[in-house]
């Protein structure tokens, strides 16, 4: 049987004539044809013979060529700069080191001379109390902990702000009292124990030298440094008990701990008290919505006595050892002094021991000259002060003052102050040369007619006065006699 034979046609024209198959594509082409394709595919491998060149010339040119330099120069400058900067981050540190020890060792030597001129000064005028010694006793301590600090310095301690900014919108002025009072005002003798005034101890019913208070008339608490106990305690109206808010233990200084704080400042705005922390020479901004938020230094390394602010939000601080005022605007990082400053004296430009103050709606400030027995007006800008108070020395006269504290001002521009040796409250009527006795008067004591030397004071919404009667370790409230 014969087999029938099919010709393969090609690819190309189709014929059917001997062909070849290609072995890459797998057609079939006649001999024609398979030329041509052959030299197609010739042509293409030139192409990329051609390609293979150029490629091979990219190559060389890229091995030499400027970007690996350029890449290279950038590592050059990285390690060039990471290196400069070390050396300008170490050098500073060392630079801070030196005068960061450097400034508070003279610091620290300027406040051991003041302290011993004025022990000196006590021991020549014979003219010893037990408030002196306890601020000797206060400031040596607080000079020792300073040194041991230095002792202790780490490069942590270094870095951290002396200030932080900040920004207070309003807050409560205790100080200038916004309630309609005439000159004839009086108030019940007899006071009420309304905090503390069960002996001094560290219990919740229990104040130990309470010093600042501060008044919350919306929800009638009140807020006390609790001076002896390094805390800062809560009590609300009607309350057996108070709260702390925060406290300390006296021995170390860190961040959340108090040590002998002086005054307060209720600010509303952010819910929050401003502290004056004197043993921590430092003033702090405390939640007392989040208590247990450490709280936000805002001004650091100061001989603060007592702070107060003003309308817009500025902290005005009192420095004993310095002998001035110095106000801190929310954006700076320095203070300004704004009275005093010109060392220790009693001129109407100095100041001996400043400690409470208020600020008026003028942006006047009005301060206890402690040592000086006087309360001094400072008009702002002025150069020097007015004497509004006292300044006849220390005596128990009505033209006199002994070591005047707590100040406040009435819309009539009449002083309430707390005239603490004299263990009496005096209102002294705006442009008179004498003061008048509104409580106490009646000797040292305990007695519900009677003071032991009162530090602060304030007048709630009512009219009422709220005095810290420091030495009996209570507050004492004195109902306004509307009769």
């Known amino acids: 049987?014969?087999?029938?034979?099919?010709?393969?046609?090609?690819?190309?024209?189709?014929?059917?004539?001997?062909?070849?198959?290609?072995?890459?594509?797998?057609?079939?082409?006649?001999?024609?044809?398979?030329?041509?394709?052959?030299?197609?595919?010739?042509?293409?491998?030139g192409e990329l013979e051609t390609n293979r060149d150029l490629f091979r010339q990219t190559l060389n040119e890229y091995s030499i060529d400027s970007q690996k330099e350029s890449l290279i120069k950038q590592i050059d400058q990285w390690e060039y700069d990471s290196i400069e900067t070390i050396q300008?981050?170490?050098?500073?540190?060392?630079?801070?080191?030196?005068?960061?020890?450097?400034?508070?060792?003279?610091?620290?030597?300027?406040?051991?001379?003041?302290?011993?001129?004025?022990?000196?000064?006590?021991?020549?005028?014979?003219?010893?109390?037990?408030?002196?010694?306890?601020?000797?006793?206060?400031?040596?301590?607080?000079?020792?902990?300073?040194?041991?600090?230095?002792?202790?310095?780490?490069?942590?301690?270094?870095?951290?702000?002396?200030?932080?900014?900040?920004?207070?919108?309003?807050?409560?002025?205790?100080?200038?009292?916004?309630?309609?009072?005439?000159n004839n005002a009086k108030w019940k003798q007899d006071g009420l124990t309304i905090a503390g005034g069960n002996g001094e101890g560290n219990q919740l019913n229990q104040l130990c030298f309470p010093d600042g208070i501060c008044l919350n008339d919306d929800d009638q608490t009140m807020y006390i440094c609790d001076y002896g106990n390094h805390r800062i305690v809560r009590w609300k109206c009607d309350s057996p008990n108070g709260d702390i808010i925060a406290d300390g233990n006296a021995k170390v200084n860190q961040t959340s701990e108090l040590k002998y704080p002086t005054n307060l400042i209720l600010d509303k705005t952010n819910d929050a008290l401003i502290i004056c922390d004197w043993g921590n020479n430092r003033i702090i901004q405390k939640s007392i919505r989040n208590l247990t938020d450490d709280p936000e230094i805002l001004i650091a390394h100061i001989d603060c006595s007592r702070i107060t602010m003003d309308d817009i939000g500025d902290i005005y601080i009192s420095d004993t050892l310095q002998n001035e005022v110095k106000r801190w605007r929310q954006s700076n990082t320095m203070g300004t002094t704004v009275a005093g400053g010109n060392d220790k004296g009693n001129d109407r430009n100095q100041f001996n021991s400043p400690t409470y103050l208020i600020v008026d709606k003028d942006h006047s400030v009005y301060v206890a000259d402690h040592n000086n027995h006087r309360v001094m007006k400072w008009i702002k800008d002025a150069k020097e002060g007015i004497v509004v108070a006292g300044g006849e020395g220390k005596g128990n006269s009505l033209t006199q003052l002994s070591y005047p504290c707590g100040i406040i001002l009435d819309d009539l521009g009449n002083l309430y102050i707390a005239d603490s040796d004299n263990n009496r409250i005096v209102c002294w009527p705006n442009g008179s040369e004498e003061g008048t006795v509104i409580i106490g008067g009646n000797g040292q004591g305990k007695q519900a007619n009677q003071l032991d030397h009162p530090t602060d004071l304030s007048i709630d919404r009512e009219g009422h006065l709220i005095v810290v009667d420091s030495y009996n370790h209570r507050i004492q409230k004195f109902i306004r006699d509307l009769n």
């Open 1 to 45: 049987m014969s087999a029938t034979v099919t010709k393969v046609q090609c690819i190309k024209c189709g014929k059917g004539r001997a062909t070849s198959k290609c072995s890459g594509c797998l057609r079939d082409f006649c001999y024609n044809h398979l030329t041509n394709h052959r030299q197609e595919l010739n042509q293409e491998l």
């Open 88 to 182: 300008q981050t170490a050098k500073l540190c060392k630079q801070t080191l030196i005068e960061y020890t450097t400034e508070n060792i003279n610091q620290i030597e300027i406040n051991l001379t003041r302290l011993t001129e004025k022990m000196r000064e006590i021991r020549e005028e014979n003219d010893i109390n037990e408030i002196d010694l306890k601020q000797i006793t206060d400031k040596l301590k607080q000079l020792t902990e300073q040194l041991d600090e230095l002792c202790n310095i780490s490069i942590h301690q270094m870095s951290s702000l002396l200030i932080n900014n900040r920004n207070i919108v309003e807050s409560s002025q205790k100080r200038i009292s916004s309630f309609d009072i005439n």
